[in-house]
């Protein structure tokens, strides 16, 4: 996993066209540089200034955060909450390890192959026939579920020691934290997927 470095940026603001008013880029000092960063989703900078402001909100800035810039800090983390929302269900629905799962079929209507005369149109329809399909496979229980490992103390003394399978410990752990995530969410993004 490689390691993010987080730069210091402190004296956030915008500067101002003179004439026009406008915001034409962002200045800040990096790691002590006073540095001009453009307005542009593709920079580098401009993504770490966010970043900075949604740590460190307005003791970053000369002031208060610029309304635009809190927008676009809020608009990143809504994203970012609604992606891992979304990861997080999808981990939870996944079946648990240790229990597998159970087959499950639907009983769909299909073309049976035959027709059948209809005299009010004069023309034949097809039958049709209830059959059972697979929706998803059975999965057994992951095994072993357990396994035996050497446990060697300070004395060189070896044991042998029975735990749960790591595998097993990995997924009740992924789903506890899909499960935290989803406890989390505030409930505007949670509404956000409903009405989507």
Do not use: W
């Amino acid at each position: 996993m490689a390691l993010t470095l987080i730069r210091n940026i402190t004296n956030i603001k915008y500067d101002t066209d003179l004439v026009s008013g406008d915001n034409i880029c962002i200045s800040a000092d990096i790691e002590g540089v006073v540095c001009s960063i453009p307005i542009s989703d593709t920079n580098k900078d401009y993504q770490e200034v966010l970043d900075t402001i949604a740590r460190e909100g307005s003791d970053c800035c000369v002031g208060d955060v610029p309304e635009e810039l809190q927008s676009e800090v809020d608009s990143r983390l809504f994203s970012k909450q609604v992606m891992l929302y979304q990861e997080a269900k999808a981990r939870i629905a996944q079946h648990l390890l240790s229990e597998g799962k159970e087959e499950v079929t639907e009983t769909q209507s299909v073309y049976s192959g035959r027709s059948s005369f209809n005299e009010e149109t004069g023309f034949d329809d097809p039958v049709m026939e209830d059959v059972e399909v697979l929706v998803s496979p059975y999965i057994p229980p992951f095994e072993p579920a357990t396994v035996k490992i050497i446990v060697t103390d300070e004395d060189f003394n070896s044991s042998e020691q029975t735990i749960v399978n790591p595998l097993i410990t990995k997924d009740l752990e992924e789903r506890a934290a899909a499960q935290t995530i989803i406890d989390n969410t505030p409930d505007a993004v949670i509404s956000h997927l409903e009405d989507v």
